[in-house]
T-cell receptor, first 107, second 114 residues
């Protein structure tokens, strides 16, 4: 069983919608990462969280350590947000990643 | 901007060949990583290097070795390529500062082993 689970696996939204992607983990972690991967492979690191909430532009990431759960929110979604979003948790150098959520935002 | 480059975007090799994948970063980061990414399995860590000549095994090191002779360069070696090593290989370097860390990924090398 994967130690990091993401939901949903696929998500289709209309431009402007508020989007939530969830990440649950069963292992103890010191930090949780959110990554974005566009078609063609390039991966960009969005957030690293160890507690609370972080915001960057239209992206918000939250983490609840007690519930072992993190969410990535996108406000006012845009077609350019279409990508695979990956969460990963761990300690030091070893991260365990989820399988990713494929987000498609239609105009 | 941090730049992580990988020697090839696409590579086709034959079973049994020795394969070298090169990764170079230009930001003087101490930590570098090699991952492979497969459909349905996600990103998995092969090896990590925390400094020159220093390495740690990741989750799936079997069939791979690494070399870090210079800080900016981290090489992944497939000693004898096999078809189950067909995958997307991603290199990353890591910046750690003030309790925060960011991994910077290369564009990936899609390796096909025939």
């Amino acid at each position: 069983k994967n130690e990091v689970e993401q939901s949903p696996q696929n998500l289709t939204a209309q431009e402007g919608e508020f989007i939530t992607i969830n990440c649950s983990y069963s292992v103890g972690i010191s930090a949780l990462h959110w990554l974005q991967q566009h078609p063609g492979g390039g991966i960009v690191s969005l957030f690293m969280l160890s507690s609370g909430k972080k915001k960057h532009g239209r992206l918000i990431a939250t983490i609840n350590i007690q519930e072992k759960h993190s969410s990535l929110h996108i406000t006012a979604s845009h077609p350019r947000d279409s990508a695979v979003y990956i969460c990963g948790g761990g300690s030091n150098y070893k991260l365990t990643f989820g399988k990713g959520t494929l987000l498609t935002v239609n105009p | 901007d941090v730049k992580v480059t990988q020697s090839s975007r696409y590579l086709v090799k034959r079973t049994g060949e020795k394969v070298f994948l090169e990764c170079v970063q230009d930001m003087d980061h101490e930590n570098m990583f090699w991952y492979r990414q497969d459909p349905g399995l996600g990103l998995r860590l092969i090896y990590f290097s925390y400094d020159v000549k220093m390495k740690e095994k990741g989750d799936i090191p079997e069939g791979y070795s690494v070399s870090r002779e210079k800080k900016e360069r981290f090489s992944l070696i497939l000693e004898s390529a096999s078809t189950n090593q067909t995958s997307m290989y991603l290199c990353a370097s890591r910046l750690r500062a003030g309790g925060q860390e960011t991994q910077y990924f290369g564009p990936g090398t899609r390796l096909l082993v025939l």
